[in-house]
């Protein structure tokens, strides 16, 4: 029988004792606390852990002393149902009673050194209890020595060792009971064995190790109050301890020995090298033997008006990312333009009276507005129209023509009769083939997503006319995708082992892919685009799917000559391409095969991040109908740029559709910005400011620093992690943790009694002060990528340049001791709810607008009372329970008691709106799991 | 002597008791005045001391039935054990919380894939009590999810069908065959 | 619910009778059994016809055979199947556990055994089939804890008594893995009480065991007709009977695909000084008093041939001439591999209704031939046979009456006989 175990494990003293008392050979063998996870069993693993002869495992302390007692037991005994049952209630009352309030305390006060862990009273409550019951028996067992003192006796025997700090005159009993038991040779060898004679901190590793994987003790069990289920002999301490421990305090995160030395070198290491940004200059060149990332996000068309969907599908996911790889150092390039080309520009301009060019240059402008007031960093930001394209397209072209990769075919086409032009896909709309959706596009059907030839569309009309297209034949050349599949698959295979894609995109080629690939038609009869070089084509230009994602290619060459280093260049150059899903197979299926098959040692796609749907409200943006934000719109409604950054992000679509909601928005910008990284940020910037005149003052780090530290560098190797990987989402929640642990480190460590007490508390509240100031740095690059603005906001306040924008894979003191800061300032400014329904009004469209506008007469008569009447919301909040309470009790109809409920956490949504907290963290507490019947 | 139970409104030790078929001899029901929540079951022995503890009652329960629900061995008393402690404190405290709960039904799962009982080869109190508190949650489970825990739904079908056990719980449906998979 | 169960020890058809009695407390008492010969008792046949084992016989003296039928006696209501579906459930996976799956764990099990051959086409089929039956079981037992409603059936029982030999013998761990779902299911019913008291401790097997070619020589000695002739004759004789025995352990196997090798007791005996075929020549073409019978007296050797006077035990069903008639025919007819080493006279006496057969049978060695192979023990139960001294007067005359068909016969009237030659 073997027994696995970390060093100075507090449980090892039950069962040594256990198996000293029993006489059972039993080898203890010491692993490393991290190698518990080879032991695999429902629960939470943690040692130590039995393994019987027979390959059995026994992971809870007390059913291994049981087990160790018993096989002492002889066969002829018959237990006494009485004894045991004495026995059992002391051990039940150990488990689930003692223990959990006896590591907490174990944990903090040996662990952290903390002098008061908050836990004390309960235990000297629990220990009284206890100290009744030996007042009639000797033992706990009863008359004679048995489990149950084996247990409690490994359980107490912490308390009792010199320097342990704890003392209480009332458990006479239990202290002359614990001697007794330290007088028997099987209680002192256990003990000696455990401790290794270092005393308290023996335990010390093992306490730590154990409650960074431990169910947090004083959470979960007791935040659920009035739990029915019976928890055996327990005072009603149990209630109590809630409203006891603040929610923040309670839930510190335990980080391990290794982790916490790590951190402290880095730190260390960090306040002597600090950190220098590298600017790169123009023309931005791969660097040989460097990261040289090349990100391009998809082309805006540049005749639509860009919605927030377009912004956070593309040019603000690739910007989020771009910021971060400047961040690392890494040689980054970020390029993206307008795709121009397309009967949709010759449309336009016809109806406008202008020239396509025209009509291009007016609405390149417009797009590049937007974006420069999202402040999206392009190292270039450039269009399709141009003579590079031409070129580049050209080339392409002729060298699938030379390696036999085009076929020839006679198309038809629909041209409608009236307008006397080939219907581009665009303009054609009818029933689509497949699926028979009514408002399939000429080239694409919304609905089943797959692609279409316009003549295969059932009842096709003009959609500039609305006249019915007829068909007609027309020579042109077909890209042969079946050929070059083979080729395809093995470089999807290759890139989507090696780089990340994310999982739609995966999904969709390998759709794509097993579908079967067919020749793709890339010429149109149409005059606005690039035109085909090729005798008996030129009449014709490229279709537009061809010819933009060259557009990359070609905007790259009007930012630099020597575009081929990074586009012809697979070796040295990463190339990452951001999209919406709609965009995936043209990324990864069509455009690639056109560089495999032209075969100039193009730079493929090595990772792809494509988001899914952003829809609006409950509806899908739509520019014709007027729903949704577009282009300007945001600036217009006076909230900082930096915010809707923000809240796009934190909605992006990576893995499944989301919805813009104003409602949200606004919220989302109360609490998470206003009350949780702005507080943070603020609070501890102004105690500085206050308190020690500006300076950040010096850091002597103690356990508990140490730990903050450590679980800061925790977060942020996830940050890292998460962004490399693209998952901005993710990244952004990160952060968010980081001031979240932030605030609880200078709550719990309360500088603002420290700072009026003795001059080691000073010092000690300069400590924490000091962390966290230097925290609020470290914050100030992570959110750069997403909110570029507030970051400069808080280095300025911090009175440093952006010479330190780097992101260093450790968490250091950029701000020295001494540095002076400049004069604090709220981050972020508190929106009004009220704005929600009026800016939804106003973006949500022609026929919601009417609707709006008779909400807005009612919403303003509400909101004033809700407004300025706190009172009414709380009364109208009793009202509407009681109203649940009554409904419940009557067992009524689940809708009608779901919407009742509906209607109170609404009400009690608004109330803490009104009060300035969070509406989402209202309903965790006083959640009652129904008893079972 | 008999020895008197106050079940106090725990139904587990309820249906335990009528399971178990303890002759009036040795066991008498009492009920307190008093409701109170939070005390749990208790025992008061022949012997005049006062017992609490479901755990504690349970395994009583058990040894003075003619079941034999705590294993034949040592080792079978501890995993019974065991099982009591994890339903105390980790499961208690999941099937408070929506999120947890769902990631303990899958460790189950996952060790019932190889075992028909809890421990060893025999129904045992282990599997009694797991049955009564995780009975709301699997009543609420969706066809899809009690597919894919598919052997925690074979075992938790076996122990309800056992005489006895499922007293007058409702009885949670299970597909014999796949409908998503 | 009591009775006799007749089985040799370690019959794994008896098991699945012994566990299934376990469960409902049906009490069997198991007599001292000796397989080839308690079975073979002419008291035996009569209850049991075809000899086989396992054999039970209830308390009230009914008689029931066919492992499956007597585990359904013994059974209880609950190991039944409660509802004509769980009846119907539980019979299908008694018929599976037999009919499929049985035949290719023998296949596989029983060259590991030294049982049979090796066969490699065969092994490799059996195990494929196995796989495939597995598979079947695995998906079945994915949502079920036991194959038949809640509790243990005789379904279970059944299957898990056909499986044991793979998973003891061949089954090593890589080959039961993807069967995690059966593994999960017969671990768990081995380790029930009720058969652990039958059968003990089941280890799993770590290897897979294979064609056991020593244990097989040993079983089923290679006869070299060349080589063992006159010397090895009385050695061979004595090791060939013994071997018997084993043989007929197969017969109880009746869905060994492949043939029992039906062995020549014969084989590599010495040629005799009485030569059979000279003698069936000169009966067949001379006439039988003056020339046929001297010469039977002149050159039979009653050393290597024995006498034996055959009377049929069930006159009273015989009836009309005829039928007697066809009654002999039919068992000149099973016994063709006898015609080399065998003769036989036999007589149908009497008249319609009633008859009588005898007759004399002339046989290579002492033994009654019938005896030495199963293949010839069809019709011989219904005779009773008596050795007789051709030394001895009476004997004598009663040999010379048979060849001649003409006598007293002891007080018989001679109807008409047959010729086995």
Same mark, same amino acid.
């Given at each position: 029988m073997k027994l696995y175990s970390d060093r100075g494990n507090p449980h090892l003293l039950r069962i040594l004792a256990a198996k000293n008392l029993a006489g059972v050979p039993l080898t203890v063998q010491y692993i490393k606390y991290e190698d518990k996870s080879k032991f695999h069993y429902p629960g939470n693993s943690k040692l130590p852990v039995l393994e019987t002869e027979g390959g059995n495992l026994l992971h809870t302390p007390n059913s291994i002393c049981r087990y160790l007692l018993e096989l002492n037991r002889s066969s002829n005994e018959v237990p006494d149902p009485n004894?045991?049952?004495?026995?059992?209630?002391?051990?039940?009352?150990?488990?689930?009673?003692?223990?959990?309030?006896?590591?907490?305390?174990?944990?903090?006060?040996?662990?952290?050194?903390?002098?008061?862990?908050?836990?004390?009273?309960?235990?000297?409550?629990?220990?009284?209890?206890?100290?009744?019951?030996?007042?009639?028996?000797?033992?706990?067992?009863?008359?004679?020595?048995?489990?149950?003192?084996?247990?409690?006796?490994?359980?107490?025997?912490?308390?009792?060792?010199?320097?342990s700090g704890f003392s209480d005159p009332q458990i006479s009993n239990i202290t002359s009971w614990h001697d007794q038991l330290m007088s028997q040779d099987v209680f002192c060898k256990s003990a000696s064995e455990v401790t290794e004679s270092k005393g308290i901190s023996a335990f010390k590793d093992s306490l730590l190790a154990m409650s960074g994987t431990q169910a947090p003790p004083s959470s979960k069990p007791q935040e659920t109050k009035a739990k029915q289920s019976p928890k055996g002999p327990q005072p009603s301490q149990q209630e109590n301890r809630n409203g006891a421990l603040s929610e923040e305090a309670s839930q510190t995160k335990v980080c391990s020995k290794e982790e916490m030395d790590e951190a402290v070198k880095s730190w260390n290491n960090g306040s002597k090298n600090r950190p220098k940004t590298r600017r790169l200059v123009d023309p931005i060149l791969p660097i040989a033997g460097e990261k040289n990332i090349l990100i391009t996000s998809a082309l805006p068309y540049v005749n639509n008006v860009p919605h927030l969907g377009n912004i956070i599908g593309c040019v603000l996911s690739a910007d989020v990312f771009a910021r971060f790889c400047r961040l690392r150092q890494y040689n980054t390039l970020y390029i993206c333009g307008t795709?121009?080309?397309?009967?949709?520009?010759?449309?336009?301009?016809?109806?406008?009276?202008?020239?396509?060019?025209?009509?291009?240059?007016?609405?390149?402008?417009?797009?590049?507005?937007?974006?420069?007031?999202?402040?999206?960093?392009?190292?270039?930001?450039?269009?399709?129209?141009?003579?590079?394209?031409?070129?580049?397209?050209?080339?392409?072209?002729?060298?699938?023509?030379?390696?036999?990769?085009?076929?020839?075919?006679?198309?038809?086409?629909?041209?409608?009769?009236?307008?006397?032009?080939?219907?581009?896909?665009?303009?054609?709309?009818?029933?689509?083939?497949?699926?028979?959706?009514?408002?399939?596009?000429?080239?694409?059907?919304?609905?089943?997503?797959?692609?279409?030839?316009?003549?295969?569309?059932?009842?096709?009309?003009?959609?500039?006319?609305?006249?019915?297209?007829?068909?007609?034949?027309?020579?042109?050349?077909?890209?042969?995708?079946?050929?070059?599949?083979?080729?395809?698959?093995?470089?999807?295979?290759?890139?989507?082992?090696?780089?990340?894609?994310?999982?739609n995109a995966r999904h969709i080629t390998r759709a794509w892919v097993q579908e079967g690939l067919r020749p793709r038609c890339i010429t149109r009869d149409l005059k606005w685009g690039t035109p085909v070089p090729l005798e008996g084509y030129t009449d014709k230009v490229f279709y537009v799917w061809f010819d933009a994602p060259i557009g990359y290619l070609s905007i790259t060459a009007n930012y630099t000559k020597e575009w081929e280093k990074w586009w012809k260049n697979p070796q040295q150059v990463s190339l990452y391409q951001f999209m919406a899903k709609d965009n995936v197979p043209f990324h990864t299926v069509v455009f690639p095969c056109t560089l495999i098959g032209a075969d100039d040692n193009y730079s493929l796609l090595n990772s792809i991040s494509a988001t899914e749907y952003l829809n609006y409200e409950e509806d899908k943006f739509s520019k014709s109908r007027g729903v949704g934000v577009f282009g300007n719109d945001a600036?217009?409604?006076?909230?900082?740029?930096?915010?809707?950054?923000?809240?796009?992000?934190?909605?992006?679509?990576?893995?499944?559709?989301?919805?813009?909601?104003?409602?949200?928005?606004?919220?989302?910008?109360?609490?998470?910005?206003?009350?949780?990284?702005?507080?943070?940020?603020?609070?501890?910037?102004?105690?500085?400011?206050?308190?020690?005149?500006?300076?950040?003052?010096?850091?002597?780090?103690?356990?508990?620093?140490?730990?903050?530290?450590?679980?800061?560098?925790?977060?942020?190797?996830?940050?890292?992690?998460?962004?490399?990987?693209?998952?901005?989402?993710?990244?952004?929640?990160?952060?968010?943790?980081?001031?979240?642990?932030?605030?609880?480190?200078?709550?719990?460590?309360?500088?603002?009694?420290?700072?009026?007490?003795?001059?080691?508390?000073?010092?000690?509240?300069?400590?924490?002060?000091?962390?966290?100031?230097?925290?609020?740095?470290?914050?100030?690059?992570?959110?750069?990528?997403?909110?570029?603005?507030?970051?400069?906001?808080?280095?300025?306040?911090?009175?440093?340049?952006?010479?330190?924008?780097?992101?260093?894979?450790?968490?250091?003191?950029?701000?020295?001791?001494?540095?002076?800061?400049?004069?604090?300032?709220?981050?972020?400014?508190?929106?009004?709810?009220?704005?929600?329904?009026?800016?939804?009004?106003?973006?949500?469209?022609?026929?919601?607008?009417?609707?709006?506008?008779?909400?807005?007469?009612?919403?303003?008569?509400?909101?004033?009372?809700?407004?300025?009447?706190?009172?009414?919301?709380q009364v109208e909040i009793t009202k509407q329970g009681e109203k649940v309470r009554k409904l419940k009790t009557e067992k009524a109809e689940k809708e009608t008691v779901d919407a009742e409920v509906a209607t109170l956490l609404a009400l009690k949504k608004t109330l803490a709106v009104a009060e300035g907290k969070n509406p989402n963290e209202q309903d965790t507490k006083g959640k009652k799991k129904g008893k079972k019947k | 002597m008999a020895a008197v139970l106050c079940v106090n409104g725990c139904t587990e030790i309820e249906n335990l008791l009528s399971f178990c078929e303890i002759p009036r001899d040795r066991i008498r029901v009492e009920e307190a005045e008093e409701f109170l929540s939070h005390k749990g079951p208790s025992l008061t022995l022949s012997s005049g001391q006062t017992v609490t503890g479901v755990q504690t009652v349970a395994a009583y329960l058990s040894t003075i039935s003619k079941q034999k629900l705590l294993g034949s061995s040592a080792l079978e008393r501890a995993q019974v054990d065991q099982w009591l402690e994890y339903w105390q404190i980790q499961l208690?405290?999941?099937?408070?919380?929506?999120?947890?709960?769902?990631? !303990?039904?899958?460790? =189950?799962?996952?060790? #019932?894939?190889?075992?028909?009982?809890?421990? %060893?080869? @025999?129904?045992?109190? !282990?599997?009694?009590? =797991?049955?009564?508190? #995780?009975?709301?949650?699997?009543?609420?489970? %969706?066809? @899809?999810?009690?597919?894919?825990?598919?052997? =925690?739904?074979?075992?938790?079908n076996q122990v309800q069908y056992y005489p006895g056990v499922r007293q007058y719980l409702p009885e949670v449906s299970f597909l014999r065959n796949m409908l998503y998979s | 619910m009591a009775g006799t169960l007749y089985t040799y020890p370690d019959n794994f058809r008896a098991y699945k009778i012994l566990i299934a009695a376990e469960y409902s407390g049906a009490k069997i008492t198991l007599p001292p059994f000796k397989l080839g010969e308690t079975n073979q008792t002419a008291e035996f046949l009569k209850k049991f016809p075809l000899g086989k084992v396992p054999a039970f016989e209830t308390q009230d003296g009914k008689c029931i055979y066919e492992s499956n039928a007597i585990a359904y006696y013994v059974s209880s209501d609950q190991l039944r199947g409660k509802s004509p579906l769980e009846g119907a459930l539980i019979q299908q996976y008694v018929n599976f556990a037999d009919q499929e799956l049985l035949p290719a764990v023998a296949t596989w099990v029983f060259p590991t055994l030294g049982l049979m051959q090796y066969n490699k086409q065969a092994t490799d089929k059996a195990m494929e089939d196995i796989k495939k039956f597995l598979t079947v079981l695995n998906n079945a037992l994915l949502t079920r804890t036991f194959l038949v409603g809640e509790r243990v059936t005789l379904a279970d029982i059944a299957l898990a008594c056909n499986l044991l030999m793979l998973y003891k013998q061949?089954?090593?761990?890589?080959?039961?893995?993807?069967?995690?779902?059966?593994?999960?299911?017969?671990?768990?019913?081995?380790?029930?009480?009720?058969?652990?008291?039958?059968?003990?401790?089941?280890?799993?097997?770590?290897?897979?065991?294979?064609?056991?070619?020593?244990?097989?020589?040993?079983?089923?000695?290679?006869?070299?007709?060349?080589?063992?002739?006159?010397?090895?004759?009385?050695?061979?004789?004595?090791?060939?009977?013994?071997?018997?025995?084993?043989?007929?352990?197969?017969?109880?196997?009746?869905?060994?695909p492949t043939e029992p090798k039906s062995k020549d007791p014969y084989a590599g005996l010495p040629k005799s000084s009485f030569d059979m075929d000279e003698f069936k020549r000169t009966f067949s073409n001379k006439d039988t008093a003056t020339v046929a019978i001297p010469y039977f007296w002149e050159h039979f050797n009653k050393e290597d041939y024995s006498v034996w006077l055959a009377e049929y035990l069930d006159d009273k069903d015989l009836k009309m001439i005829f039928m007697a008639c066809n009654l002999v025919g039919g068992m000149f007819q099973r016994i063709e591999k006898l015609r080399k080493t065998a003769f036989a006279s036999v007589g149908i006496f009497g008249v319609d209704n009633n008859a009588s057969i005898s007759g004399i049978w002339i046989c290579r060695t002492q033994e009654l031939c019938f005896n030495l192979n199963t293949d010839w023990n069809i019709d011989s139960p219904s005779y009773k046979f008596t050795k007789l001294d051709v030394d001895k007067a009476e004997h004598k005359k009663l040999i010379n009456e048979y060849l001649l068909w003409e006598g007293d016969f002891g007080g018989k009237t001679f109807n008409q006989g047959k010729i086995f030659k």
């Open positions: 004894k045991e049952a004495i026995i059992d209630q002391w051990v039940e009352w150990e488990s689930v009673s003692l223990q959990p309030v006896l590591f907490s305390h174990l944990v903090l006060s040996i662990g952290l050194g903390r002098g008061d862990s908050g836990h004390v009273e309960d235990l000297i409550n629990l220990l009284r209890h206890a100290d009744e019951a030996l007042s009639s028996h000797k033992f706990f067992s009863g008359d004679q020595l048995g489990l149950a003192d084996v247990v409690l006796w490994g359980s107490l025997h912490p308390l009792f060792i010199k320097d795709d121009e080309y397309g009967t949709a520009t010759e449309t336009k301009a016809l109806e406008e009276g202008l020239t396509p060019q025209q009509i291009c240059d007016k609405y390149f402008k417009l797009h590049k507005e937007v974006y420069d007031w999202f402040k999206i960093k392009f190292d270039y930001f450039g269009r399709t129209t141009t003579q590079e394209q031409t070129e580049i397209a050209q080339d392409i072209f002729w060298r699938l023509h030379k390696k036999d990769h085009l076929v020839e075919d006679t198309l038809e086409q629909l041209q409608c009769v009236e307008c006397k032009r080939f219907l581009a896909d665009r303009f054609v709309e009818g029933f689509c083939p497949f699926c028979n959706y009514e408002d399939a596009r000429g080239d694409q059907c919304d609905a089943c997503g797959k692609l279409i030839n316009a003549i295969e569309l059932k009842k096709p009309r003009c959609k500039v006319c609305g006249g019915t297209p007829k068909v007609r034949s027309s020579k042109h050349l077909f890209l042969n995708l079946t050929k070059l599949e083979p080729s395809l698959q093995s470089w999807v295979d290759k890139s989507s082992s090696e780089g990340t894609w994310s999982a600036a217009e409604t006076g909230i900082p740029a930096d915010i809707w950054r923000f809240y796009l992000l934190y909605v992006r679509p990576e893995n499944q559709d989301s919805a813009f909601s104003w409602t949200d928005f606004i919220t989302r910008n109360n609490s998470e910005l206003l009350n949780n990284f702005g507080n943070f940020v603020n609070r501890a910037l102004m105690f500085v400011h206050n308190n020690y005149g500006g300076a950040i003052p010096a850091m002597e780090l103690t356990e508990e620093d140490k730990n903050f530290i450590a679980l800061i560098n925790k977060e942020l190797k996830t940050y890292i992690d998460d962004l490399e990987k693209m998952r901005l989402r993710e990244g952004l929640k990160d952060v968010l943790n980081m001031s979240k642990y932030g605030n609880q480190y200078i709550q719990s460590n309360k500088p603002w009694v420290l700072v009026k007490g003795n001059e080691s508390e000073r010092s000690r509240a300069g400590t924490v002060l000091g962390v966290a100031s230097n925290l609020s740095w470290l914050l100030s690059v992570l959110i750069h990528p997403y909110m570029p603005s507030v970051s400069e906001d808080i280095q300025r306040q911090l009175q440093v340049t952006d010479e330190g924008n780097v992101v260093l894979d450790n968490f250091i003191p950029y701000l020295q001791p001494g540095h002076k800061i400049g004069t604090p300032k709220p981050l972020f400014e508190k929106i009004d709810l009220s704005l929600a329904d009026e800016l939804r009004a106003k973006y949500g469209g022609n026929k919601q607008k009417q609707q709006a506008a008779d909400d807005q007469s009612t919403n303003a008569t509400n909101e004033n009372t809700a407004d300025t009447d706190v009172a009414t919301l | 208690e405290s999941y099937l408070n919380d929506g999120t947890l709960i769902k990631g !303990a039904l899958r460790d =189950l799962d996952k060790f #019932l894939s190889r075992m028909v009982y809890l421990v %060893s080869n @025999q129904l045992s109190l !282990a599997d009694i009590m =797991l049955y009564y508190a #995780l009975h709301p949650v699997m009543l609420e489970l %969706s066809i @899809q999810e009690k597919e894919q825990l598919v052997n =925690l739904s074979r075992w938790f | 061949v089954m090593d761990p890589s080959f039961r893995a993807p069967f995690s779902n059966v593994n999960r299911w017969f671990l768990t019913i081995v380790n029930q009480p009720q058969f652990k008291k039958i059968l003990g401790d089941v280890k799993l097997c770590e290897a897979m065991a294979k064609f056991d070619a020593k244990k097989y020589a040993e079983l089923h000695p290679k006869t070299d007709e060349k080589k063992e002739k006159k010397a090895k004759a009385a050695k061979e004789e004595k090791p060939k009977q013994e071997k018997k025995q084993k043989p007929k352990k197969e017969e109880e196997e009746d869905d060994i």
